[in-house]
């Protein structure tokens, strides 16, 4: 599915590897390396690279209605329609959430990174973290040439199948992704960077370690007339014959036994299970 303005998240993340590799700095104005830029106001020379990601730039939806603008074909295009647009405040001294910053920073990425926008994603991002489901793509046609199925929404207690609005995406909506590669990003978010194959390298006796609490209950449960027998001088009892004695004690032991034994089985069997690709095209 389309994942909407979490897109942005990305495109931040895109700017700042490029700020990581010095190519760009957070207070470099956009122009330095966006030199097509330009808005109908002589202050846009004056906007930054760190005001484009925190929605400051001084633009908004008042100034420009940019989902009823002319649907662009990609990012030049998007950032090329900001030429006869006015904007709203002075750079940095107020906050619009507005998506043709993120359309602009793209832009950027692609301008900077010397490749589009999609192939950056895919060879810094989607790749390393083996998010091989996911894409970006520029407007509604491409979201479902990516695979979407057409939504519903609810009118009248019915659902209705309804096309996707036409709109400009990429940078600021554009990423299309599964549930699994979503858990891959997350997985990068929590972990320092490190991706989902990252996070599984440990060392054995770590994992050994966390599994032995689960056996011992399991062990408990198969064991239980054995231990019932320790405070009885060993006389043998059977495990039949240890329910009938303690039913209370043993039923919680056996059902928690059986739960952490589905719970190991799942496991194993997703560690045994061939790693699966998902159906789809790769970047855009």
């Known amino acids: 599915m389309g994942v909407a303005s979490v897109s942005k998240a990305f495109t931040a993340l895109a700017v700042m590897q490029l700020v990581e590799d010095g190519e760009i700095a957070l207070d470099d104005p956009v122009v330095d390396h966006l ?7 002589p202050r846009s020379a004056e906007i930054t690279v760190r005001q484009l990601l925190t929605h400051t730039f001084g633009m908004s939806d008042t100034a420009f209605p940019e989902k009823g603008a002319p649907v662009p074909d990609d990012l030049e295009g ?10 709203a405040a002075d750079p940095g001294a107020e906050e619009h959430y507005h998506n043709p910053d993120h359309h602009v920073a793209a832009r950027m990425v692609e301008v900077v990174g010397g490749r589009s926008f999609g192939a950056f994603l895919d060879e810094r991002t989607f790749t390393p973290l083996g998010m091989d489901g996911t894409v970006t793509v520029d407007t509604a046609d491409e979201v479902f040439a990516a695979g979407v199925a057409r939504g519903h929404i609810a009118v009248l207690g019915r659902a209705v199948a309804v096309t996707e609005p036409e709109g400009y995406f990429n940078g600021a909506g554009g990423v299309v992704t599964t549930a699994d590669d979503m858990a891959r990003w997350l997985t990068a978010q929590n972990n ?11 060392p054995w006796w770590r994992t050994a370690v966390r599994l032995l609490p689960g056996f011992a209950v399991i ?10 027998a320790l405070p009885a001088q060993g006389r043998h009892i059977t495990w039949e014959q240890t329910f ?10 056996v059902a928690a036994a059986l739960a952490v034994a589905a719970v190991y089985a799942v496991r194993l069997a997703r560690l045994l299970r061939p790693e ?4 789809g095209p790769r970047g855009a």
């Open 219 to 228: 062990a408990a449960a198969v064991s239980a007339n054995r231990l019932v």
């Open 244 to 253: 009938y004695v303690a039913p209370t004690g043993l039923t919680p032991l």
């Open 276 to 279: 699966v690709t998902p159906p």
């Open 78 to 87: 998007a950032v090329a329609r900001l030429a006869g647009v006015g904007l």
């Open 192 to 202: 320092g960077g490190e991706g989902a194959v990252g996070a599984r390298e440990r």
């Open 35 to 41: 030199p097509g830029f330009t808005t109908a106001d």
